[in-house]
């Protein structure tokens, strides 16, 4: 069974950067697509950005474009999310994800069942 953890997680000002890693111990990620999920308190969990597990091609959130990217590293063992320019709203738990299977899948929580437990990012001055 997959088990995926974050790491990264802090607290930042706004306009600062964070780089969230998403690893799976003794495991490859390489074939999998994998997202980030974002849930702040109150808010239902959002698709951040997803990456495919072949081509590695990548969709973003509007929120987060032009300040997110996703990657994977050159071992392929994580997936990165560097976020930049960050902003207050961009407080929430963030989490990795995968689908069962290494086909494609569309950035939607809902077609993922492996997930990390999640970090905390907070924004705030």
């Not at 509007?62 to 930049?84: C, E, G, I, P, Y």
């Amino acid at each position: 069974q997959l088990q995926l953890v974050e790491s990264g997680g802090g607290l930042v000002q706004p306009g600062g950067s964070l780089r969230l890693s998403c690893g799976a111990p003794g495991f490859t990620l390489e074939y999998y697509t994998i997202g980030w999920f974002r849930q702040a308190p109150g808010k239902e969990r959002e698709g951040v950005s997803c990456i495919s597990g072949r081509g590695g091609s990548t969709n973003y959130a509007d929120s987060v474009k032009d300040r997110f990217t996703l990657s994977r590293d050159n071992a392929k063992t994580t997936v990165d999310l560097q976020m930049n320019s960050l902003k207050p709203e961009d407080t929430a738990v963030y989490s990795c994800a995968a689908p069962p299977t290494t086909a494609s899948y569309p950035c939607q929580p809902g077609s993922y069942i492996y997930w990390g437990p999640g970090t905390q990012v907070t924004v705030s001055s």
